[in-house]
């Protein structure tokens, strides 16, 4: 025992300080099984998708059939390219609406500004489920059925659900950063005869961008992400990744969905790195 | 802040598209299940709205009642789990070097951007009968009874006559491993944002007058974190209270949560009026917690200041 807390105390260093929390062996230890416990199922759902093994359960080598199977499975592309191109609507019209909202609520003064924060907020807070059946008697009831039009319009209502529950999120993130403007520049751009527009369009939007990166970002994966909206509000003739996926996964367990899974986790990984990295670089021109 | 008659166009350019996204296709939509809520079935596809409390009633009947109960249950244990498991992680973010940090509240972060469904269907291949956990027990089972037919305690059976595999999977424990599971960034995260903001000098000052770092935990950790405490309970309450996937997937035949309910009353069972009551019930109840949180918060907001 005395080894191992050697070992993870690296002997060479100084003695544990009283507020070196994180050097001590029990926090250290908890943090390693926390972590464990979130990426070892994710990492094995990966892992296993290579596994030339229908059973699924016991390593019988490497294998790449079943990202083949997943390719030809038709209705499983048709569904991926779905949820794709429902995230990328979403996402902009998501950050648009979202860039307003903190523009207004940053900005003005008006009658019943609190409520109207309030209300923005609501998307935030309220139960998926809830949302999710009042969309599907609304779409139902209004005889808003996408289902039959030609793609991608019959993805709209879908569509319409996730920019209603994604841009008051992409607000909240564009507010932060609205904060840290300084507002000497619009004024003065305004003295200087600039009009409302060309204020908006050439000083706050480009001060705006690493926020409506982030806000773009979390659309995205908020959209991609999202499960019980989608199942909801997809009527019987579209076919999205998550509920595809659902069926699937009702029936039974297959590398199938493990080869499927793991390419939408590869893509949030690298869409979520890229943003971050965006991000980052933004961070440093601003600071530089 | 500018009053919004110094540039009226600017204001209504900016304020009607959002308003109007919000108004059609949130607010409507929830005015119409919330009304519906007041009105009874007439038809396969027709309700008479006639302003009756008597799906309200329905709802505290035992049976739904006890589903009530059960989610609150269940999302109060996982609260609880993910408290206890959260605030030793968040403490370790917090007091970890720049760098390790930044790569820690990645690690606790990154799970949350992967799909929900995925990590549930990750879940079960851990936990059903012919997954990871058993298949490991099983291989330890059988190293163990190969060990005691070595010494020569074969024939007594001493660890049971073949491996059992354990059900872990459609019941109550398999629904909470799976909230706790989907939750836990939930509440890493406002307690590590409570700990990072707390003043290090208070925890200096407590241990440099005597007191142990348990009692200085308890006495100066806890209290000066309590807003982010209350904040973290409320963020992984409210969503676990009204889960849907967790238990439609992970739980048995009796780990329904409301959201089950809700959802059977909307699709298989077709009564939009029962549902539209019981959907309103778990917003009544999210409100509350939401409000409680802003009160504690304030709360804490006005002791700072005086």
């Known amino acids: 025992m005395s080894t191992l807390t050697n070992l993870l105390r690296r002997k060479n260093r100084p003695e544990i300080g009283p507020l070196d929390y994180h050097r001590r062996l029990w926090l250290r230890v908890t943090v390693a099984l926390t972590l464990i416990f979130l990426y070892m199922p994710i990492l094995t759902l990966m892992a296993f998708s290579f596994n030339d093994s229908k059973r699924n359960i016991v390593w019988r080598g490497f294998t790449f059939k079943y990202y083949e199977k997943a390719i030809n499975n038709s209705e499983l592309i048709e569904a991926f390219l779905n949820s794709l191109t429902i995230a990328f609507v979403s996402t902009i019209a998501s950050v648009i609406l979202g860039a307003l909202t903190a523009y207004v609520l940053w900005r003005f003064r008006f009658p019943f500004r609190a409520v109207y924060e309030g209300a923005m907020a609501l998307p935030v807070v309220i139960p998926e489920i809830c949302m999710g059946v009042a969309l599907m008697v609304f779409f139902l009831r209004t005889g808003f059925n996408t289902g039959g039009w030609v793609w991608p319009f019959n993805l709209s209502a879908i569509t319409i659900a996730h920019i209603a529950f994604s841009f008051p999120f992409a607000a909240i993130v564009i507010r932060a950063r609205l904060e840290s403007f300084n507002t000497e520049l619009s004024e003065s751009a305004k003295d200087l005869g600039a009009s409302e527009f060309q204020v908006f369009k050439d000083i706050i939007v480009p001060h705006m961008k690493p926020g409506l990166i982030a806000g773009a970002l979390l659309a995205f994966t908020l959209s991609l992400d999202d499960f019980v909206i989608t199942f909801f509000t997809s009527g019987p003739g579209t076919l999205t990744f998550p509920v595809k996926i659902y069926s699937m996964v009702r029936f039974s367990v297959t590398p199938e969905v493990n080869a499927a899974s793991t390419v939408l986790i590869v893509i949030t990984v690298i869409i979520t790195a890229l943003a971050l990295r965006l991000q980052n670089r933004n961070n440093m021109l601003q600071a530089g | ?306």
Request: neutral net charge.
């Open chain 2, 1 to 306: 802040m500018d009053n919004w008659r110094k540039s009226v166009g600017a204001f209504w350019a900016s304020f009607l598209p959002p308003t109007f996204w919000l108004v059609a296709f949130f607010l409507a939509p929830l005015s119409l299940i919330w009304m519906f809520s007041f009105g009874v079935k007439s038809g396969i596809t027709d309700i008479d709205i006639n302003w009756t409390l008597q799906q309200y009633a329905r709802a505290l009947e035992p049976l739904y009642l006890g589903i009530f109960a059960k989610s609150l249950w269940m999302a109060t244990v996982t609260t609880f789990i993910c408290l206890i498991v959260a605030f030793p992680v968040a403490i370790a973010i917090v007091f970890a070097p720049p760098k390790a940090r930044m790569w820690l509240l990645l690690l606790v972060i990154l799970p949350f951007w992967t799909n929900l469904l995925i990590r549930t269907y990750a879940l079960i291949a851990v936990l059903r009968t012919r997954g990871h956990v058993n298949f490991t027990l099983e291989w330890a089972w059988e190293n163990a009874n190969g060990l005691l037919t070595f010494i020569g305690l074969g024939s007594f059976n001493l660890i049971g006559e073949k491996f059992e595999p354990l059900a872990l999977l459609y019941n109550n424990t398999a629904v909470v491993v799976g909230l706790v599971y989907v939750a836990l960034p939930f509440m890493v995260l406002p307690l590590y944002a409570a700990l990072d903001r707390l003043d290090r000098s208070f925890i200096e000052a407590s241990l440099d007058l005597g007191a142990g770092h348990i009692r200085t935990f308890w006495s100066v950790v806890v209290p000066l974190a309590l807003p982010g405490i209350a904040s973290g309970i409320v963020i992984t309450f409210i969503p676990t209270l009204g889960s849907f996937l967790t238990p439609d997937l992970l739980g048995g035949t009796d780990s329904q949560m409301i959201a089950n309910v809700i959802e059977r009353q909307f699709k298989s069972a077709n009564d939009w009026p029962f549902g539209a009551a019981l959907s309103f019930l778990l917003m009544y109840v999210t409100f509350f917690g939401l409000a409680l949180r802003a009160l504690l918060t304030r709360r804490e907001g006005v002791g700072d200041r005086t």
